[in-house]
Every structure is written in C-alpha cells, then in structure tokens.
C-alpha cells in the first residue's frame, strides 16, 4: 500500500510538470505564430494586475485614449517689444525677468525668443482730396523702412488705393522689394482704408507667421464705397495679433487742408500726380506741361462743391487720427505724427527699430482658451523685473475661432 501510493504520488507530479510544460509551448507558439498572421501592427499588451489570489487582465483605457487625443496644449503669443533707456534693442531676455499679467492674474510664462519679425506694408496711394499724400512720400518711407529692418525679417506688400492690391508676397529678399517699390506704387481717386485693413488680416490670417507687424502709410480716411462693416474689421485685426504701426499722413495732411480751404492761396503746384508728370519724356514740346505744374501763381476757389469736399475731408481727418492713435495702443505699436515729409522718413527708421526689438512670449493661460467664447477680450499687462528694461505688448488679447485650440476625434 505503501509502495503504491508513493509511486500514484509520483505519477500525479509527473502529470502535472508535463501539463505546465504543455501550457507554456503552446503560449510560446502562440506569441510566435500571431504577428505573422497579422496584417495590421499589433496592438501592446495589456499589463494585469493583481487582484486578490487571482490575475485578471486591465480594462483597455478607450475612452482615456480618445480624450487625450481631444485636449490640446493652449498658448497665447504675444510680440512684446524690449529695449533700454535709450531706446536701444535689448540683446537677451529671460522668463525671470518678467510679468505677464491676464486680467491682472500672474502666469507662467513658458518661452521667451527672438523670432525674426513679419511685416506687411500697407501703402495708401489714393485719394485726390489730400494734396499733401503724395505716393513719391509713401515710396520713400516704405523703403526707409525696408532698409532699416534687419536682414531675414519677413515682408509683404499691399498697396491700396481704388482697389487693393497685393504687390509683394512673403519674402527675405529687399532688393526685390525695393524694386516693385519703384515701380510698381501708381496713384488713383479713391481709398479703400477698411478693405485694405481685411486683406492685410486675412493675409496674416492665412499664415502660421508669428512676430506680425502691420506698418500703416496712410491717413487713414476711406473714401469711396463702404462695402465692409468697419467694427468688425477692426475686430478682426484685434484678433489676429497683429501690432500695429502707423506712419501717419494726418498732421501733415491736416495743414494742406487749411491752406487748399482759403478762397484764394500761392499756387503750389497743378492737380496732376508727380508720377504722371514725371514719367512725362524729355521733349520741348512737353515743357509747358511741366512749368505749369510747378509751384507758382495765385488760385481764386470757386469751386464750391470742392470746398464742401474738402472740409469733410478736414473732419475726416480728425476722426481717422484718434482711430489710429487707438489702434496702435491696443496693438501693442507705435505711431508717429510728422509734420512734413522729411521728419516722416526719419520716423520710418524708428518704426523698424521698435519692429525689430520685438521678442515672442508665449504663455498657457490658467483660464482655458477652449472654454471661451469667441470674441471675448482678456486684458494683458507685462512688467519688468529689471532696471532699466522697457517693455512695450498689446493691451489685450481676443479669444478667436483661430487662436482657440482644434479639438480631434470623436
């Protein structure tokens, strides 16, 4: 009895280590066989846990994996203008050094970087009222600016005057530039300022650009057909994050209404655009044409449909210059009011210094972008640490349909 339940005892164990060792060839073999059966990538295991004396297999984290497919990471960028008491480009800027502010809530700020700067000119080249914007001005302060930027900045052109027109696309080269700014600026009768405000947006819009600066030649006064809501124009540029600088033609323009609004003046020259005379060949017969549209003589104005247009033009003016005025400040830019058009070209070469001061910081708001409302204002405020360091941003930031994170999959 013993002997042979000794040898049953042995006989079990035996049947069992043949079993496990049964169990584990065909584990193997499966492991082995599937993926070349496969005809898609296989999937990664999933890890088990233990759960009492037993082992049972995890949940597959479906929903998990789908929502954080459906969170994104939320930034706002601002271009943030950094120079020293003398108005002089900072070299270097850390995150320590500074304090951004949303609606006067700290935040952390998660990069600070010098990214080459993006510009559109916007060139206004029409309007016969002011005699005082001459496109042979607005040619010269767009290539002032042009040849003080920096080298690898961006630039576009749009020149605006009975229509809009895109004359440069994005490019590095300034020599190209400059020549389609020698060519290519033409004068007409009307200017359509707000039309030409949506293209420049729609053009930055349509870009994945950062650092945008949009420079302003102009005066500011639409004249023509109205065919765009100017609220929602100016939102949209809000929106864009855009900074803005105008190189104004309002004080200077502002003077020569004064003077065309006397009933009787010194002639200062003929009504025909300086390119159209200019462009005029070098022929004797033609020296009368060019003698006549020099400065000389008396003007008598009878013309009183003229002068209704002309002080309308003149109130204009007014309101186009605190319009302006705002729209740089909001946008976190510079203006400058020159008197003639002398200082205006100097004051283009401080336009590209501030340009080309400008850093991209970029923080993540505590109050999620994707919980707001489009159109909702956020108030920005960013403050030094160090001495001596100025800081210039935009006022405040626009929650938009293209600044909010995309959300993917179901």
Do not use: C
């Given at each position: 009895m013993i002997k042979r339940n000794s040898s049953d005892r042995i006989f079990v164990r035996k049947r069992i280590v043949i079993v496990l060792f049964s169990s584990t060839i065909t584990l193997l073999a499966g492991v082995i066989v599937t993926p070349a059966q496969q005809t898609t990538p296989a999937r990664t295991p999933k890890p088990e846990v233990k759960q009492g004396s037993k082992t049972a297999p995890t949940q597959e984290p479906v929903a998990r994996?789908?929502?954080?497919?459906?969170?994104?990471?939320?930034?706002?960028?601002?271009?943030?203008?950094?120079?020293?008491?003398?108005?002089?480009?900072?070299?270097?800027?850390?995150?320590?050094?500074?304090?951004?502010?949303?609606?006067?809530?700290?935040?952390?700020?998660?990069?600070?970087?010098?990214?080459?700067?993006?510009?559109?000119?916007?060139?206004?080249?029409?309007?016969?009222?002011?005699?005082?914007?001459?496109?042979?001005?607005?040619?010269?302060?767009?290539?002032?600016?042009?040849?003080?930027?920096?080298?690898?900045?961006?630039?576009?052109i749009l020149q605006f005057n009975s229509k809009v027109e895109l004359l440069a696309d994005w490019t590095s080269d300034y020599q190209s530039v400059l020549s389609i700014l020698q060519s290519k600026l033409l004068p007409a009768k009307r200017a359509l300022f707000f039309d030409a405000l949506a293209e420049a947006t729609a053009l930055f819009t349509l870009s994945s650009k950062l650092n945008r600066h949009l420079v302003l030649i102009t005066d500011g006064v639409h004249t023509g057909t109205e065919r765009l809501d100017r609220p929602t124009v100016m939102q949209q540029l809000a929106a864009a994050n855009v900074t803005v600088h105008v190189l104004s033609y309002t004080l200077v323009s502002q003077k020569a209404?004064?003077?065309?609004?006397?009933?009787?003046?010194?002639?200062?020259?003929?009504?025909?655009?300086?390119?159209?005379?200019?462009?005029?060949?070098?022929?004797?017969?033609?020296?009368?044409?060019?003698?006549?549209?020099?400065?000389?003589?008396?003007?008598?104005?009878?013309?009183?449909?003229?002068?209704?247009?002309?002080?309308?033009?003149?109130?204009?003016?007014?309101?186009?210059?605190?319009?302006?005025?705002?729209?740089?400040?909001?946008?976190?830019?510079?203006?400058?009011?020159?008197?003639?058009?002398?200082?205006?070209?100097?004051?283009?070469?401080?336009?590209?210094?501030?340009?080309?001061?400008?850093?991209?910081?970029?923080?993540?708001?505590?109050?999620?972008?994707?919980?707001?409302?489009?159109?909702?204002?956020?108030?920005?405020?960013?403050?030094?640490?160090?001495?001596?360091?100025?800081?210039?941003?935009?006022?405040?930031?626009?929650?938009?349909?293209?600044t909010k994170p995309r959300r993917t999959g179901n």
């Open positions: 994996d789908q929502e954080s497919i459906r969170i994104s990471t939320e930034e706002v960028q601002l271009s943030v203008a950094a120079f020293d008491n003398f108005g002089r480009l900072v070299p270097s800027l850390q995150r320590d050094e500074l304090l951004v502010l949303e609606d006067g809530v700290p935040q952390e700020i998660r990069s600070v970087r010098r990214v080459p700067a993006n510009v559109i000119l916007l060139l206004d080249t029409g309007g016969e009222l002011n005699s005082a914007k001459r496109v042979t001005v607005t040619r010269e302060v767009a290539k002032t600016v042009v040849n003080s930027l920096a080298a690898g900045d961006q630039i576009s209404m004064k003077q065309d609004l006397r009933r009787t003046r010194k002639r200062d020259k003929s009504l025909v655009p300086d390119d159209a005379v200019e462009s005029l060949p070098d022929d004797i017969r033609l020296n009368t044409a060019k003698q006549l549209h020099k400065p000389g003589g008396i003007i008598m104005d009878l013309d009183m449909k003229r002068r209704r247009l002309l002080q309308e033009y003149k109130n204009a003016l007014a309101v186009s210059q605190a319009q302006l005025q705002q729209l740089a400040h909001d946008t976190g830019g510079g203006i400058w009011l020159p008197e003639s058009a002398e200082i205006m070209i100097d004051n283009a070469r401080e336009a590209a210094r501030l340009i080309d001061s400008a850093y991209v910081i970029t923080y993540r708001p505590k109050r999620p972008l994707a919980d707001a409302p489009a159109g909702e204002a956020r108030r920005i405020e960013i403050a030094s640490r160090r001495v001596g360091l100025h800081l210039q941003t935009r006022q405040r930031y626009i929650v938009s349909e293209n």
